[in-house]
Structure formats: structure tokens, C-alpha cells
């Protein structure tokens, strides 16, 4: 697949505030994204995502590496290659509130050069698609943080670039709101064929988007690798049983022999068994500790872990450890 | 195309938060108004009655000078605050056209739209005392187009220095004052004053609205010395805005305010 943009050995530092010392923002990253492809960058505050966004914009020069924006170098020519990039910056600082919804637009466009008649027919179709039409003429400061955030969306579109650049997209939303944008962003990808970099700390945002994520911690790349991967491999075999009755002590000295770090919690009827397998098979372990009393079985749920959990283990080292197991 | 697209885009903005911010306008128009009324009335009541017309008429050129270099070389370094501080800087410096291409068209609609309230502001300074100067635009044009240019310079330069370190304010309300010394020192005094940036214009906007000159009778000198600062100004001010503005990008100082 064609990669439209290349970051290679990427390092930024900055100098503390009247000190000497230096902050290692960005330490030797590389990655490639794809053409048409939804990259996540995630990590926790501080790691280093918006100062790679922002070297990617053009809008901090790192002090060491490469970026490559369709095969522009972005430190040698950062104008041609600003031409394939567009950004939705953090916060509702990218748009001018003393102007329309309509006007923003066409001001953008104008600030790249491209003249009112050359967009009016896209200024129709992405008020439409962005369900801002009937409010085109409403000045920026009474929107609402939502509808601030769908026109930003829709400014970076009107580029015409190829890559649009989104830190922290659905950052102070409500939730109707930020789904309305998540369908958006999938809707780009689909009807445009755009490639889109999202930096965000929404994980359902990453899981229910994104192909890809690249986790950054302390300005280093700790994990890329495609989503459902990741799930799988920090995938567990989890149980929670809950018994129709309480288990005999012979029951619970076997289940503490096999397995040994089980959770069991008996209430007057019923009571609740919480199990971890190593292997599939081991259920059957189970099975025959509960057949000695004929322990009524009332329910058995499987627990799934989610991309939180996933990327809350990854950040604290622990992907390691599941490459380890897996293999 | 590009640039006379950038060009339109700006200038509609400005004019579009002009009129947004009318009663803003409006007061600071009334602001310069009753300050020239004020001065008018000083020149009458304490000048020297024998040179009364001739102080008025270097007043109303002085000071129109000086409110339309206030107003070009302070908005850009305002504007830099204001974008820094609403956060749009950043959405300017990624546009591919360039930071300094969209400063120079903003630059170029402040100064068109400011030379509007000026000639407002002239032709009611000049009705309030009674004095009509030589308004021969055919010479006044290409005079003021190299003086702008040199304004324009400067502009650069606060806009530079406003990107890197914002809070400027204070430092443009002392540009005031420097900017009055300039425009109301006449050549006369020390001709060395030409050299620096618009003080030879304005000499040569005095000679024809008040000497009533005709542009041939204007020396070829000072046209070389206008052209030369016109030049020598913007090139500079373009050089110190380009440097500053990697600086800024270099120690990601562009979103701070």
C-alpha cells in the first residue's frame, strides 16, 4: 500500500522554562500511514502526540529526522507540502467567532488560495453533510461546541488535502455529539478517500474508527499495530459463573488446587465464581468440580476486555509480557 | 489568481469585522476627531497668529500621517495578539500560501481600508479649520504608495517580534509616540531623518499639500531616497517576520499567548 506519510526518527526537545533542563518530547519516532487509512494516535498526557501532530502540520521544525507528506519534505518544502495537509487543532481555537458559519469557510478557502466560486458548490454539499445547513448564516460564537467542532471539520475538508489531522476531535462533547462526529470521520474516509490522524484520549473513538494505532509514551512509539490485533492479543479467557448454590469445602479445596487464583464469593442462595483460564479446555476442569455436588449452574458470562483496558496495559509495559504468553 | 484570491478573502474579512465592530470604529474615528479639534483650537487660542494657517495645515498632514501610520504598522503587530490569542494563528501558519503572504494582504486591505477613514478624517479636519489643502492626487499617489511600503516594513517587524513574544502591547503604545516624532519632524531639521523609514514621504506629501509642488517640481533625489526605503524597509521587515516566524516554529511558540 502507498504511504502518504513517512515520520522517520522524529525528535523534538524543549527547553524547561527559565531552567536548564530539557523535556524529551518526541525521541527517535517512525511510522508510515497509509493512503485512505484511519490512524489513532493515542498516549497519555504529555507523551508526545500533538508535538508529532503539530511537527507533522509544519507548525514545529523537530530538531532531528524526516517527515514526508506525499513524498514532500516537509523541512524542505513546508508550503508545497502544506497543500496535502489540513489540521482540526485541539480545542475550539481554529475557527474566527466573530464570523459565520458560511463566512469561515470561504475565508479558509481563501487563505489558501482558492477563489469563492471554486468552493460554493462544496460549501453546499459539506454544510449539508455536516448538518449545518439553516445555520450557515449563525455567527461562530452561538454555536454550539458540537456544531464549532463539525464546521472545523468541515474548514480542514474544504482544503482539498489529502491528509486531514484531528487532535482530540471529540474532546468537551456530549455523546450524541461526539458520535455524530465519529460518523462524520467515517463518512470522510468512505465518500472522499481521505487519510485522517487522530490524536484523542476517547478509546471508543480509536476502537470504533480507527484501523490502526500507534501508542506513544514519554515521546517514545511503544506499540503500532492494527486494532483488532491488539485486541486480540490481550485477549482473555475471563468467567464469571454464578452458581445456584454455595460450594461444599471439598469443592473449594479442588477449585484452589486447580485453580489458584479463582475469586469465589458466597451469598445465602446463590453464589459467584470469577475464573481466569490459561488454555479453552480448562472449563471442563471446572465443570467436573462442580458436578461433584451437582452445583445448579445459573449463568456464565465471559469477560471482554475493551481498548481502555488494552491501552492502559500497553502504556504500563505489560504488551510484553502478552507477546510472551501468546507465543 | 492565488493571490488576488488571498487578497479578496482578507480584505472581506476585514471589512466584515469593521462593520461587525462598528460602534468600535465609529468612536475611535471621533477619538482622532476631538484630538485635532483640540489641537486645532490650541494653535488658535496660544500659536503665533502670524503662522496660524501655515501651523494648522502641517497639523491636519501631521497628523493624518500619523494616524494612518498608527494604524498600519500597529494592527499587524494587534493582529498577531489577537490571532494568538483567539488561536487561529496556528490555522494561519499552516495555510501553503504562507504566513507572510496573508500579512502582506492584510496589510494591503488595513491600509485600503484605512485610507478611506483618512481621507474621511482629512476632509473633516480640513472643513473644521477652515483650511483646503492641494489635494493633487496624481502626485500624492505614487508618493504615498512607497511611503505605505516602507510602513509596510516596519509592520513586519512588529508583527516578527509580536509572534515570539506576544505580549507586546505596552511596547506598540510607546510605537505611538515614536511614530508621531516621525511624522511630525520636519526634514529641515535633520535631513538624515530621510533615511529612516516614511519621514521622507510624508516631507514630500507636505511639499505638494501644503507648497501646493507639482510632481515635476519634486527632486529626483527624493524619489531615489523614497524608492530606496520603500525597498530597503520591506525587504528587511520580510527577512526579520521569515525569522522570527522559524524561531517561533523552532521553540513552539506559536500558540502561546
Known amino acids: ?327 | 489568481m492565488r493571490w488576488l484570491n488571498l487578497l479578496k478573502a482578507n480584505t472581506k474579512k476585514e471589512y466584515i469585522e469593521l462593520k461587525r465592530y462598528l460602534p468600535n470604529t465609529i468612536a475611535m474615528l471621533l477619538t482622532f476627531y476631538i484630538i485635532f479639534v483640540g489641537m486645532f483650537a490650541g494653535i488658535q487660542l496660544i500659536g503665533d497668529p502670524s503662522t496660524q494657517d501655515s501651523n494648522i495645515q502641517y497639523a491636519i498632514v501631521n497628523y493624518i500621517f500619523w494616524f494612518l501610520s498608527f494604524m498600519v504598522i500597529n494592527s499587524i503587530g494587534y493582529e498577531i495578539i489577537n490571532e494568538a490569542m483567539k488561536g487561529t494563528l496556528e490555522q494561519l501558519s499552516m495555510s501553503p500560501m504562507g504566513m507572510w503572504r496573508i500579512m502582506t494582504v492584510r496589510l494591503i486591505s488595513t491600509t485600503f481600508i484605512n485610507l478611506v477613514i483618512v481621507i474621511v478624517l482629512l476632509y473633516l479636519s480640513m472643513a473644521t479649520a477652515g483650511q483646503w489643502l492641494n489635494i493633487d492626487v496624481i502626485t500624492i499617489a505614487p508618493i504615498l504608495l512607497l511611503t505605505v511600503i516602507s510602513m509596510f516594513g516596519v509592520g513586519f517587524i512588529i508583527a516578527g517580534i509580536s509572534i515570539i513574544l506576544k505580549q507586546v502591547q505596552a511596547f506598540l503604545q510607546i510605537l505611538q509616540f515614536i511614530l508621531m516624532a516621525l511624522t511630525f519632524i520636519p526634514l529641515s531639521v535633520s535631513p538624515v531623518l530621510a533615511f529612516l523609514p516614511f519621514v521622507q514621504g510624508i516631507d514630500m506629501v507636505r511639499e505638494v499639500m501644503i507648497h501646493g509642488a507639482a510632481f515635476n517640481q519634486l527632486q529626483v533625489g527624493d524619489f531615489m531616497i523614497l524608492g530606496f526605503n520603500a525597498l530597503f524597509y520591506f525587504a528587511i521587515g520580510i527577512g526579520v517576520f521569515l525569522y522570527c516566524e522559524r524561531v517561533a516554529m523552532k521553540k513552539g511558540l506559536m500558540a502561546h499567548y
Open chain 1, 1 to 327: 500500500m502507498e504511504s502518504i506519510i513517512e515520520v522517520q526518527n522524529l525528535r523534538k526537545t524543549y527547553r524547561k522554562r527559565r531552567s536548564k533542563e530539557y523535556v524529551h518530547a518526541v525521541s527517535d519516532i517512525s511510522f508510515k500511514v497509509n493512503r485512505g487509512e484511519i490512524l489513532g494516535l493515542l498516549g497519555p498526557n504529555g507523551a508526545g502526540k500533538t508535538t508529532t501532530i503539530k511537527m507533522i502540520c509544519g507548525l514545529l521544525i523537530p530538531d532531528s529526522g524526516m517527515i514526508r507528506i506525499n513524498g514532500i519534505d516537509n523541512k524542505e518544502k513546508r508550503l508545497k507540502a502544506l497543500r496535502h495537509i489540513s489540521a482540526v487543532l485541539e480545542g475550539n481555537r481554529n475557527l474566527y467567532w466573530r464570523l459565520t458559519v458560511r463566512e469561515n469557510l470561504e475565508y479558509f478557502a481563501g487563505n489558501r488560495g482558492m477563489s469563492r466560486k471554486d468552493v460554493i458548490d462544496q460549501v453546499e454539499d459539506l454544510l449539508l453533510k455536516f448538518n449545518l445547513k439553516g445555520k450557515e448564516n449563525e455567527l461562530v460564537n452561538r454555536l454550539s461546541r458540537g456544531m464549532q467542532q463539525k464546521l472545523a471539520i468541515a474548514v480542514a475538508m474544504l482544503a482539498e488535502s489529502d491528509v486531514i489531522l484531528l487532535d482530540e476531535p471529540t474532546l468537551g462533547l456530549d455523546v450524541e455529539t461526539g458520535y455524530e462526529v465519529r460518523e462524520i470521520l467515517k463518512a470522510i474516509v468512505r465518500d472522499y478517500n481521505r487519510t485522517i490522524i487522530i490524536s484523542s484520549h476517547d478509546m471508543d473513538v480509536i476502537q470504533d474508527i480507527c484501523e490502526r494505532t500507534v501508542i506513544i509514551n514519554q515521546g517514545k512509539i511503544v506499540t503500532d499495530d492494527r486494532v483488532e490485533n491488539l485486541l486480540k492479543l490481550f485477549e482473555i479467557r475471563a468467567y464469571t459463573i454464578t452458581l445456584g448454590d454455595i460450594l461444599n469445602s471439598q469443592q473449594q479445596q479442588l477449585l484452589l488446587q486447580k485453580f489458584p487464583q479463582h475469586d469465589y464469593q458466597q451469598d445465602t442462595y446463590q453464589s459467584i465464581l470469577n475464573i481466569e483460564l490459561a488454555k479453552s479446555e480448562g472449563i471442563y476442569d471446572l465443570f467436573d468440580v462442580l458436578k461433584l455436588n451437582n452445583t445448579p449452574v445459573e449463568a456464565i458470562d465471559r469477560r471482554t476486555i475493551n481498548f481502555e483496558q488494552i491501552f492502559m496495559k500497553i502504556v504500563k509495559g505489560e504488551k510484553q509480557d502478552a507477546l510472551a504468553q501468546s507465543s
